[in-house]
């Protein structure tokens, strides 16, 4: 089985991963993880673009997987031709805002993991904070769309023995 789970920020992308990877023991990728490079100090760069293709055919490669992230450029287009579920969590902006600044805050106070690292990265992220783009039918005809994180795992378990 091969999922691709896609959102905007805060939407419960990286918690129905986690869950559905520990129901069906299957191993998940964050997209982050491959496009950012990660320093113990407070910067971010991004990966080589060689290091992220080669990153992300490594998991392209395994019989099952589960991809999650924003990311719907060409690049990733092959985590959503092969996936067998295309979900989209199409979660209420204010929802998803209140969820990404609630991690946030619990990630400076080293509760939670936070990709985002300042409050200037949150400004630029919300700015770019988009909703359901039409034309992903258009690369995945499987595109099924769902209000939340649970409602998608329900689905899917329910598909799956």
Not at 4 to 28: D, Q, T, V
Not at 78 to 103: C, E, G, N, S, W
Request: glycine share 6%; net charge positive.
């Amino acid at each position: 089985m091969k999922i691709r789970i896609i959102g905007g920020l805060g939407s419960g992308k990286s918690y129905l991963a986690k869950k559905l990877s520990k129901k069906f023991n299957m191993p998940f990728l964050p997209l982050d993880d491959i496009v950012w490079a990660f320093d113990p100090g407070d910067f971010m760069e991004k990966n080589p673009l060689k290091e992220r293709d080669a990153l992300l055919q490594k998991t392209l490669n395994k019989k099952h997987w589960i991809i999650e992230g924003v990311y719907a450029e060409p690049w990733t287009k092959p985590t959503i031709t092969q996936a067998d579920y295309f979900i989209y969590l199409d979660v209420p902006k204010m929802k998803r805002h209140y969820r990404a600044i609630r991690r946030f805050i619990l990630g400076k106070l080293s509760l939670t993991h936070c990709y985002e690292r300042n409050w200037k990265e949150m400004k630029i992220i919300f700015g770019l904070d988009k909703g359901w783009d039409p034309g992903i039918r258009k690369v995945a005809k499987n595109a099924m769309r769902f209000s939340s994180a649970d409602e998608a795992y329900e689905y899917i378990v329910q598909q799956e023995p």
